[in-house]
Each structure stands twice: as structure tokens, then as C-alpha cells.
């Protein structure tokens, strides 16, 4: 089964740069993409984007110019960058596989635990 | 805002059956895959619907989804007090260029 975690800072100054990490155990993160979900505090949830295990990644448009996904294939993780942050991006950010097989949809089968992030001074 | 909407809560008895709509567009469900979510109060959301009807090993025939048109529904019969989640559905927007989730729905057991 496969398991994810995520790790960072849970405090973020404003203007300044969230960076979380994805660990992906008992599965490899090859052959998958990969995505990082937020959701703000009793609030719904926001797709960010998503990596593929070769680099390519797909972006949410409304975010695309703040985000960075970045995939480390040897130490089986991968990371997401939110920069210029504002109270608004604090939300609990959960990392998780996307599954998308040969004609057939987008599903997120496996999910991290999730990671409350605050933006504040 | 979300581009798919959900009925913000519904509620029945144990034992008995509840839907819960998901209503988009032409530009996502209407030509997308839609896939469901269970997230059970201060856990992460769990995949219990994929590709409009299948579900992933381990989930309950209880569980059902469906769709028509520019509508998905999920359908959870033999309600259990365990069943109390927030749920949502979720599918890409060939429009916006991004996947989307639903506004989501509380389901409470009375």
C-alpha cells in the first residue's frame, strides 16, 4: 500500500515562500504522476498541480504564477513551492497520486495525511 | 467559486439511502471522468468513486455513482452512522485547463 507524508514549515511568513515535501514509501514514484492538493480551514478543496516522475508538470492556471512542483526520482519524493504567500494560502496542503490509465479519467487514489500551513507574521 | 455544485448538506436515517448531485458543464462533466471523495471529519479525502461508477478495491458495493449529462450523482445506501463525511466529486475542466472539485456536501445520519 502505498503511503505518502508530507513535511515543511507549519508557519509562513507573508510575501515570503512555502515549501513542502512529498515522501512516497512502499511504492515507487516512478511511472505516475503526482499531485499537491489544498484546503483552506472549513473550506473545500483547490487542486494546485501535478508532476510527472520525468518533470513535466501541469499547473492550475489561477496559481500557475506563484507554483513550482519539482520531482527528486532517487530519494522518492517530490516538492511543491507556493511563493508570495498571503493569509489566503493557509489551508492544510496534502500531497497525493494521480492515477490517469489509458482511457479513463483523473483520480487521486493514495493520500497523504495532510500538513496545515500558516501564513502569518 | 467552484464550477461544480454540490447541495451543501443532506441527511436520511440509518438504513436508508442518499444522492448527492454534482452538477458542472459541458467544458467537465459533461465531457470528463468523474471521480468521488469521502473525507471523514480531520482526515484526508479518500477515493471512493472512479470513472463515474467504478470503485477502488475495499469500498463497499453501498457506494455507487453515476452519470448523466452534465450531472454525476453518488449514492450511498444502508446508511451507517460511519458514513458521516463531507464528500465531494471532482473531474478536469477542459475550459479552465485544471481539475476541479465540487463545492461538497455534509451527510449527516439522524
Known amino acids: 500500500q502505498v503511503q505518502l507524508q508530507e513535511s515543511g514549515p507549519g508557519l509562513v511568513n507573508p510575501s515570503e515562500t512555502l515549501s513542502l515535501t512529498c515522501a512516497v514509501s512502499?511504492?515507487?514514484?516512478?511511472?505516475?504522476?503526482w499531485t499537491w492538493i489544498r484546503q483552506p480551514p472549513g473550506k473545500g478543496l483547490e487542486w494546485i498541480g501535478c508532476?510527472?516522475?520525468?518533470?513535466?508538470?501541469i499547473y492550475n492556471p489561477s496559481l500557475k504564477s506563484r507554483v513550482t512542483i519539482s520531482v527528486d526520482t532517487s530519494q522518492n519524493q517530490f516538492s511543491l513551492k507556493l511563493s508570495s504567500v498571503t493569509a489566503a494560502d493557509t489551508a492544510v496542503y496534502y500531497c497525493?497520486?494521480?492515477?490517469?490509465?489509458?482511457?479513463?479519467?483523473?483520480?487521486?487514489?493514495?493520500w497523504g495525511q495532510g500538513a496545515l500551513v500558516t501564513v502569518s507574521s | 467559486q467552484s464550477v461544480l455544485t454540490q447541495p451543501p448538506s443532506v441527511s436520511a436515517a440509518p438504513g436508508q439511502k442518499v444522492t448527492i448531485s454534482c452538477s458542472g458543464s459541458?467544458?467537465?462533466?459533461?465531457?470528463?471522468?468523474v471521480s468521488w471523495y469521502q473525507q471523514l471529519p480531520r482526515t484526508a479525502p479518500k477515493l471512493l468513486i472512479y470513472d463515474n461508477n467504478k470503485r477502488p478495491s475495499g469500498i463497499p458495493d453501498r457506494f455507487s455513482g453515476s452519470k448523466s449529462g452534465t450531472s454525476a450523482t453518488l449514492g450511498i445506501t444502508g446508511l451507517q452512522t460511519g458514513d458521516e463525511a463531507d464528500y465531494y466529486c471532482?473531474?478536469?475542466?477542459?475550459?479552465?485547463?485544471?481539475?476541479?472539485f465540487g463545492t461538497g456536501t455534509n451527510v449527516t445520519v439522524l
Open positions: 459541458s467544458s467537465n462533466i459533461g465531457n470528463n471522468y
Open positions: 508532476i510527472y516522475y520525468s518533470g513535466s508538470t
Open positions: 497525493a497520486r494521480l492515477s490517469h490509465p489509458n482511457n479513463s479519467g483523473w483520480f487521486f487514489d493514495y
Open positions: 471532482g473531474t478536469w475542466d477542459i475550459s479552465l485547463s485544471a481539475y476541479v
Open positions: 512502499a511504492g515507487s514514484i516512478n511511472n505516475y504522476y
